[in-house]
């Protein structure tokens, strides 16, 4: 067994350890080593060829503590994957850019790279693409910076939509008139106005029309000038209906486009809007596509490795290799 101690006098070791020592129990699982702390002096205890990884792993926490950053489970593991990548570096490029304040004075900033190279996309390019996986934030930092513009002045009024595609549950068989039916599909949208405006903010913005948040077919005939413009969900779009929309763009507006290109729940023969789109529109001034992976979600950890499998799984082919 060999040895690596380092120094962490200049921080609030709980901080390093966390409740119940559950950062540091991170870091002993997936490196498989022992962590323990005397005199302000840390020990990392394991095999050599193990020390390494999780002796880089453990200054990277403390250079985030010590940048004031708050650990949690989501960036130690983030910073483990780093570190396993031999990218840790770039995890101080992590720090400040605080993207938007909540109603409850909450910060939102971006937690993994990906994001980071998608809110510079946002603020660079009037029109962006963010494509990847559920859990990743596209639409959540979408919303974030429209609000950001918003009070920022930048644009007079903020447009969210999706397609109401039908996806196990058919809408002629949900009850309400046609708002009710279409709002189930719309009320992450919401969720996420709520949190970042406040429900009674929302609420006066909404009836004085400067916040809409409807179905893609109500787009249709408009131009959106002075708005910041988001598609969600946009895998479900037919290729008609995404250019409908991008047509819609109009003087002193920004667009963002979301989706999951593994997630499309159009009828069997139907073509992505999205998917095509990717391919006519690379290259194209002012436009970029940014592309998230599992090691970008930012929610429960199982779900980094749910879409991992899932990943491997379409590579080879969709088919189970049978042994029996």
Partial sequence: MAEKTIDVSGIDISKLFGSFDKNTKIIEKEFDVIISARN???????????????????????ETIDRGEMLTEQNVIYTVNMVRDGAEADLKQLSGDCVCITAKGKPIKSKTIGQKLYIGAMNNNTVVFGIGPAGTGKTYLAVAKAITAFRKKEVSRIVITRPAVEAGEKLGFLPGDLQDKVDPYLRPLHDALFEMVGMENYQNYVEKG???VAPLAYMRGRTLDN???ILDEAQNTTPEQMKMFLTRIGFGSKAVITGDITQIDLPDGKKSGLKEAERILQGIDDIEFCYFSHKDVVRHPLVQKIILAYEKYNKKGGEKKSHD
């Fill in 227 to 229: 708005a910041y413009i």
């Fill in 40 to 62: 302000s002096i840390l020990r990392i205890i394991g095999q050599e060829q193990n020390l390494e990884p999780a002796y880089r792993a453990v200054s990277s926490l403390v």
């Fill in 210 to 212: 400067l916040i809409e």
